[in-house]
């Protein structure tokens, strides 16, 4: 008998950040999803130039996506990451990332700071939280 697909579990109960119950938020390299939607919301002069970054697969990016994020997979980043530069920002911009639930995203913050891209921060979560304390018309999915 083949296996049932995979189910999506019930949404948690959120704090007043909008993160689960107990989540080991980290300030220094995570910004919340509700702090990253005000963010895209009204940058103002404190985070000029904000780009969105998806470090999920093309399939992923495909199934659910948040609005003006620029794709660039996890396994590509290294040889695309000059396309997060803007001649006049360069690697000061701020860079919010974003995977399924955090994981890639915490990674590939990492690495753009690596780089030099020191305003880089994963969204806590990832779309799986985006969707849950942000932004239910995202889909959230099974992987």
């Known amino acids: 008998m083949p296996d049932p697909a995979p189910r999506i579990p019930p949404a948690p109960p959120l704090d007043a950040r909008g993160l ?6 980290k300030p ?10 005000q963010r895209l919301a009204d940058p103002g002069d404190e ?4 780009v969105l970054l998806d470090c999920r697969t093309p399939d992923e990016h495909h199934a659910a996506r948040i609005r003006g994020a620029v794709l660039i997979p996890l ?7 000059e396309e997060l530069e803007h001649e006049t920002l360069g690697r000061g911009r701020a860079v919010l990332v974003y995977c399924h639930h955090g ?4 990674r590939a913050a990492s690495f753009l700071r690596a780089l030099g891209f020191s305003n880089a921060r994963s969204i806590a979560g ?6 849950i ?11």
Do not use: C, K, Q
Request: proline content about 12%; charged content about 25%; aromatic content about 10%.
């Open 20 to 25: 689960p119950a107990g989540y080991p938020f």
């Open 103 to 106: 994981v890639r995203s915490m």
């Open 133 to 143: 304390a942000v932004d239910p018309a995202v889909p959230r999915y099974a992987r």
């Open 75 to 81: 396994n590509e980043l290294e040889r695309r990451a």
């Open 47 to 50: 985070h000029p130039g904000l």
């Open 28 to 37: 220094d390299w995570e910004v919340t999803p509700r702090e990253a939607a």
């Open 126 to 131: 990832g779309i799986d939280l985006w969707s």
